[in-house]
């Protein structure tokens, strides 16, 4: 249990001494999923520093994430650093807005995650998916990553917008790559958003590749509207005061959807296919699973809940690498947490990657092991020990859409499919916004 938080302490909670002005920025940009596991394991349950950014404070237990998240989330709000790291490629969109806005937003977006208007998109999640394994031929060595990244791209185009963007791809492809690896450098982090270093004149040039994109698709729906998509839907919105939304509030929602809605899936489907490749006794399990109910037909919605162990394996996936791996906020108001006063202004960092791997909640955290999610362990475990995809009001909002697409795509790929990775291949992660390996993830193809 934590500890309790009925008495207050003034004092700061312990934590690592930063160099001056960039405080502990630099260590984190060099190791930082060492850096964050090393300070959860050192100084304990909360841990304090300052940065540039001011105050900062990491949460590594889960009643605390759950007190911020869900309990008191409304002392709390995205704040300056997600800010300023995110917003200038996503814009006001649901990611970065607050308050009245952000509601209305997710208002706005909510019935296109209604799990009656997911289930029609189970069918054509599958299709795409034996659409780009019928490109790969036995031998063959594709980069797995961006596989992935392009598999559930079209997917999300045509699920949420209506619309195929094959012949566009690379625009939305090169722009995240730099919008990723321009938001990692150290200048990002810590000199004022109005100084144009490089990494943000590379965002830039990244923003402006898919705004000529993005406002495509806006004038194509604007001609052709449909029923369903999304931004036809929110061409038709007026706001309280009886306007339309412009078409930069449009973009910004679209330009979220279409980067948010396809990395981290993406993500999860390379590090589930990196570990079963390294885990052969799991694959076996898995694809004997798949022959039993599938019997050599495609996966449908009405498969999944026999695909019990698939499941398994693609929530084990998501406690090992997190696609997304931390979580940030900003108090606004005075709150308690640990027993310590968290000052308004304050960041409030709770990594994913941190807790998933904690012995106290799972045994051999390190190991790969889809079994451990009986029914037993779930309801053993704390509320957020696992929080893949967050908690609270803030919760993704394409949370059912992410594992139904997961599910289904893993199944289509191994009912057919053996994935050998590439000998010296390693895992070499980014810690930005989401986990994205630094490298390649090449697999050579052996058809079943």
Known sequence: MAPSTHSTDRRRPPGPDGLPY????????????????????????????????????????PDYIEHVLVANNQHYVKGSLFQNTLRPITGNGIL?????????????????????????????????????????????????????????????????????????????????????????????????PGIPTPSRRRIERARERLDSLIYDLIDERRANATESDVISKLLKVETEGGDRLSDEQIRDEVTTLLLAGHETTALSLTFTAY????????????????????????PTMADLEDLTYTERVVEESMRLYPPVPSIVREA????????????????????QWVVHRDPRWYDD?????????????????????????????????????????????LATIYQRHHLELVPGTELDLMATITARPRKEIPMTIRER
């Not at 791209?153 to 699920?159: K, M, P, T």
């Not at 451990?372 to 696992?386: C, F, G, I, N, V």
Request: glycine share 8%; net charge negative.
């Open 22 to 61: 960039v405080g502990t920025q630099l260590s984190f940009l060099r190791r930082p999923y060492e850096f964050m596991t090393e300070t959860a394991r050192e100084y304990g349950d909360i841990v304090s520093w300052d940065d540039p950014i001011g105050p900062v404070y990491q949460l590594n237990h």
């Open 96 to 192: 970065n807005s607050e308050g009245a806005v952000w509601r209305r937003n997710r208002h706005l977006l909510q019935p296109a995650f209604h799990p009656d208007r997911i289930r029609e998109y189970a069918t054509m999640m599958t299709d795409i998916g034996l659409e780009t394994t019928d490109f790969w031929t036995d031998g063959e060595t594709v980069p797995f990553h961006e596989e992935m990244s392009t598999l559930t791209l079209r997917i999300v185009a045509r699920a949420l917008f209506g619309v195929g963007i094959d012949e566009r791809l690379g625009v939305v492809s090169s722009a995240l790559d730099d919008f990723m690896l321009a938001s990692e450098t150290l200048s990002h982090y810590i000199l004022p």
């Open 275 to 298: 570990l079963l490749s390294t885990h052969p006794t799991v694959e076996r399990r898995l694809v004997e699973e798949l022959g039993t109910v599938l019997e050599g037909e495609p």
């Open 332 to 351: 606004v108001k005075p709150d308690l947490v640990g027993g310590y006063e968290i000052p308004p202004g304050a960041t409030v960092q709770m990594h």
């Open 365 to 409: 955290p390190l190991a790969f092991r889809p079994d451990r999610w009986t029914d037993e362990m779930r309801s053993a475990l704390p509320k957020l020990a696992y929080f893949p995809f967050s908690a609270g009001p803030r919760r993704c909002i394409g949370d059912r859409f992410a594992m139904l697409e997961a599910r289904l795509v």
